[in-house]
């Protein structure tokens, strides 16, 4: 099991801001699966997440740096 905290995330049950993580858990019946849930730290709020994936299939986004400032554009 994997807790992921989602940075600015409002909750839905309690609306308290970075209270929010989602947790990646393997699925019993098929171990290649895992299933994810949005949970609350502060209420009793839970919310799954769409089927069962592979963990494969799972994507995180990978970090892209952004240029601000100043350059500009020709």
Request: glycine residues 6%; hydrophobic residues 25%.
């Amino acid at each position: 099991m994997t807790k992921r905290f989602i940075a600015g995330a409002v909750c839905p049950g309690c609306r308290n801001e970075d209270t929010t993580y989602i947790e990646t858990t393997r699925v019993s019946v098929s171990p290649e699966k895992v299933a994810q849930t949005r949970r609350c730290t502060r209420c009793d709020f839970s919310d799954t997440l769409g089927d069962d994936v592979p963990e494969s299939e799972v994507v995180v986004s990978e970090w892209q740096p952004v240029r601000l400032g100043s350059e500009k554009p020709e």
